[in-house]
């Protein structure tokens, strides 16, 4: 028996039965998975047992893995391999972080609408986060379809939007929740990128926007009216019809595509729950400028 696609939604959401991820999948069910995931963007895997390394592999058939994302966690002992990012509240014994603690500012940066590295030249084709841990009450994932986001931009502002292209950098989304303290060293280690405002998705040819908290300037515009555009797509872009919630259970797994989906957590008391998630992310092939073949501006 193949797998079975349970859609959630028409075309944005379905869930994945009758797979086991832990091990190497039949290469008709992994072809199965990538035609729901071109088709759908964001796919929920439950009741997965997955170690750390059986995650990675999973997730290493979509393509080469990002690893250490080198910011946030002090001078911390990392509690996961350096392919996995630590979305959760816990040390490395398993207790509650400090209020303060930075890697917990840090991820204040994920409550606000945004898609994974497209602070990094090239983005992240897709993230696969996995759940341990939840949180009794929030704690939850919304996902925004940029897509249907796009396809219901008025024509004149799609022209508008043919070819620009918008500046990109992780300080610009956490400055918006308050973090403006970093060292030097990771200040030049991620200068702004160049990113396109819109994108193709080559598996589908549909178009999507790429707008996420990340993006602070669009070249060849006025800064204010740049800001403005940004501010104006965002509203837009997460409107409820755009948007699904994910209630965590244990042992999710939930892939999206970054490339054509903004996502967000929403609050929850994490200095009495835990909520341990740990996530692979894949890369992109290229930067999404080049993949449009739009020459970047100096
Ligand atoms: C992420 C992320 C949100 C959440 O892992 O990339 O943004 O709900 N997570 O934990
Ligand atoms: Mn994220």
Same mark, same amino acid.
């Given at each position: 028996? %193949?797998?079975?696609?349970?859609?959630?939604?028409?075309?944005?959401?379905?869930?994945? %039965?009758?797979?086991?991820?832990?091990?190497?999948?039949?290469?008709?069910?992994? /072809?199965?998975?990538?035609?729901?995931?071109?088709?759908?963007?964001?796919?929920?895997?439950?009741?997965?047992?997955?170690?750390?390394?059986?995650?990675?592999?999973?997730a290493s058939q979509f393509g080469p893995l990002e690893s250490g994302t080198g910011i946030g966690r002090g001078n911390k002992p990392p509690r996961l391999r350096p392919e996995l990012a630590d979305v959760s509240n816990v040390d490395q014994q398993g207790a509650l972080l400090e209020r303060d603690d930075r890697l917990k500012k840090y991820?204040?940066?994920?409550?606000?609408?945004? /898609?994974? $590295?497209?602070?990094?030249?090239?983005?992240?084709?897709?993230?696969?986060?996995?759940?341990?841990?939840?949180?009794? !009450? %929030?704690?939850?994932?919304?996902?925004?379809?940029?897509?249907? $986001?796009?396809?219901?931009?008025?024509?004149? &502002?799609?022209?508008?939007?043919? %070819?620009?292209? @918008?500046?990109?950098?992780?300080?610009?989304?956490? $400055?918006?929740?308050?973090? /403006?303290?970093?060292?030097?060293?990771?200040?030049?280690?991620?200068?702004?990128?160049?990113? &396109?405002?819109?994108? *193709?998705?080559?598996?589908?040819?549909?178009?999507?926007?790429?707008?996420?908290?990340?993006?602070?300037? !669009?070249?060849?515009?006025?800064? $204010?009216?740049?800001?403005?555009? !940004?501010?104006?797509?965002?509203?837009?872009? *997460?409107?409820?019809?755009?948007?699904?919630?994910?209630?965590?259970?244990?042992?999710?797994?939930? &892939?999206?595509?970054?490339?054509?989906?903004?996502?967000?957590? *929403?609050?929850?008391?994490? /200095?009495?729950?835990?909520?341990? &998630?740990?996530? @692979?992310?894949?890369?992109?092939?290229?930067?999404?400028?080049?993949?449009?073949?739009?020459?970047?501006? @100096?």
């Amino acid at each position: 028996m %193949g797998i079975t696609v349970a859609p959630i939604t028409e075309n944005f959401v379905a869930e994945i %039965g009758d797979v086991d991820l832990s091990g190497q999948l039949a290469p008709a069910d992994l /072809t199965a998975v990538k035609d729901a995931f071109w088709k759908y963007a964001v796919l929920i895997f439950p009741g997965q047992q997955l170690s750390q390394d059986q995650h990675l592999q999973f997730a290493s058939q979509f393509g080469p893995l990002e690893s250490g994302t080198g910011i946030g966690r002090g001078n911390k002992p990392p509690r996961l391999r350096p392919e996995l990012a630590d979305v959760s509240n816990v040390d490395q014994q398993g207790a509650l972080l400090e209020r303060d603690d930075r890697l917990k500012k840090y991820q204040l940066g994920n409550r606000l609408w945004h /898609t994974d $590295a497209s602070f990094r030249p090239v983005p992240a084709l897709c993230s696969l986060l996995y759940a341990h841990t939840v949180a009794p !009450i %929030g704690g939850h994932t919304e996902f925004a379809d940029q897509r249907a $986001a796009y396809d219901t931009l008025p024509e004149e &502002m799609k022209e508008r939007l043919a %070819g620009r292209i @918008a500046e990109h950098s992780i300080f610009t989304s956490r $400055a918006q929740v308050g973090m /403006t303290e970093f060292e030097e060293e990771e200040l030049k280690d991620f200068p702004p990128v160049p990113q &396109m405002v819109v994108r *193709t998705i080559p598996e589908n040819g549909r178009k999507s926007l790429y707008v996420p908290s990340h993006a602070g300037r !669009i070249f060849d515009m006025p800064e $204010a009216e740049g800001l403005a555009l !940004i501010d104006q797509l965002m509203e837009h872009a *997460t409107q409820r019809q755009f948007v699904f919630t994910h209630r965590w259970r244990e042992n999710d797994l939930v &892939m999206w595509d970054n490339r054509c989906t903004l996502h967000r957590g *929403t609050g929850y008391d994490d /200095t009495r729950w835990k909520r341990i &998630m740990q996530r @692979a992310t894949v890369l992109d092939v290229a930067n999404s400028c080049e993949q449009e073949g739009v020459r970047v501006p @100096a």
